[in-house]
């Protein structure tokens, strides 16, 4: 059984230009977060998708948007990057109504 | 609105003594509750969680914590620390149960002195 996986693993970026993360969930599970981990802080939550559907959102602008496939792997869009974005994206998956999310090992975003 | 507040967030102790990481939540309505470990560079491990039933719930690698609804607390326990067990470690709260958004603390840094 292949865990959650996400790439790339580092990605360096400057202020203004866009980013996309990419997120392979496990295998049978239909329900992805996403998940921005700052320096030092916990992990918060940016949205959810189950079934290709938003379904929650956390405190983020609308620059920070997402998709997911009908395979259920998921990407994770910023535009107008700021500084402030850099951060581990963490991406993770579960089966709705199972009450446990797999976490992959994230991607480390740093703008400049 | 739900939040969860982690005391410590650097704790030592010494191999083969007790581990306690504490967790405190804020909850208008009856939570689900987890504990997860980060080690450098790793995304991050489910330990344990409670959802209902027994308030004491055992985890992995050693690990239980108890529910206790009048502390509002979900503190972490381990009787004897070994090496391995120095990472990070999240507690969490999920109380939206229209989507499985989980609200973490801050986290505290366990080291564990030889």
């Known amino acids: 059984e292949t865990g959650v996986t996400q790439s790339p693993t580092h990605l360096i970026k400057t202020r203004g230009q866009q980013v996309t993360l990419r997120c392979s969930s496990q295998?049978?599970?239909?329900?992805v977060s996403w998940y921005q981990q700052a320096l030092g802080q916990g992990p918060q939550f940016i949205f959810q998708y189950y079934r290709e559907e938003e379904n929650g959102r956390g405190n983020f602008p609308p620059r920070f948007s997402g998709l997911q496939f009908p395979n259920y792997s998921s990407e994770l869009n910023v535009n107008a990057l700021e500084l402030d974005d850099s951060a581990l994206y963490l991406c993770?998956?579960?089966?709705?109504?199972?009450?446990?999310?797999?976490f992959g090992p994230g991607t480390r975003l740093t703008v400049l | 609105a739900q939040s969860v507040t982690q005391l410590g967030s650097h704790v030592s102790v010494s191999e083969g003594a007790l581990v306690l990481l504490r967790c405190n939540y804020s909850s208008s309505v009856p939570p689900y509750l987890f504990w997860y470990v980060q080690y450098p560079n790793q995304g991050l491990q489910l330990l344990l969680k409670y959802t209902t039933g027994a308030t004491l719930v055992k985890g992995i690698n050693g690990f239980e914590a108890e529910f206790k609804k009048s502390e509002t607390s979900f503190h972490l326990t381990k009787p004897s620390a070994h090496m391995s067990d120095a990472a990070e470690y999240f507690c969490?709260?999920?109380?939206?149960?229209?989507?499985?958004?989980?609200?973490f603390g801050t986290g505290t840094r366990l080291t564990i002195i030889p």
């Open positions: 993770a998956s579960s089966l709705a109504g199972y009450n446990e999310q797999f």
């Open positions: 969490a709260v999920r109380t939206n149960f229209g989507n499985e958004k989980l609200t």
């Open positions: 295998s049978g599970h239909n329900t």
